[in-house]
């Protein structure tokens, strides 16, 4: 398995996205606009794209960001992490998640979030995969369509 941060493919990013939207229960179509404007803002974004061979598997996209009412309070959040099927249960997760806490380690991050709202995969299941990752269940988030 190979695990790119620089030079990713945009179409590779947009099917892996539209993949996820497929299962999400969000509605809509990627906004491929916004795509580049991630994929080239590495200060702030992290974007991870795995591949078997050269078939993409997977996608994590996290970023950091000053809490805006504390003062040097610096958190990260994910705003996707996303497995082809075929590949759920293997290492491909794991290894998003290690890297994304170095990265985010090496940012001055004092917090970092990991979250499901999606509805993708079972939440149970995901919520032991991060604790076995060292984080703790705090609250929760709920969801709303308008």
Wanted: aromatic share 14%; no cysteine; proline share 2%.
């Amino acid at each position: 398995m190979e695990y790119k941060t620089s030079d990713l493919n945009t179409k590779d990013v947009v099917t892996l996205l539209t993949r996820f939207l497929d299962e999400s229960v969000f509605e809509g179509r990627v906004a491929t606009d916004n795509v580049v404007k991630v994929l080239s803002n590495k200060d702030k974004f992290l974007t991870i794209v795995a591949y078997k061979e050269l078939e993409p598997v997977g996608i994590f996209v996290g970023y950091t960001y000053e809490h805006p009412l504390f003062v040097g309070d610096y958190l990260s959040g994910d705003l996707l992490v996303y497995v082809i099927p075929e590949y759920r249960g293997s290492l491909v997760a794991t290894r998003f998640v290690k890297k994304y806490i170095q990265w985010a380690t090496n940012k001055g991050v004092r917090y970092i979030q990991l979250g499901q709202t999606t509805g993708v995969g079972n939440i149970e299941r995901v919520k032991k995969f991060y604790e076995s990752m060292g984080f703790k269940t705090v609250g929760f988030n709920t969801l709303k369509e308008v």
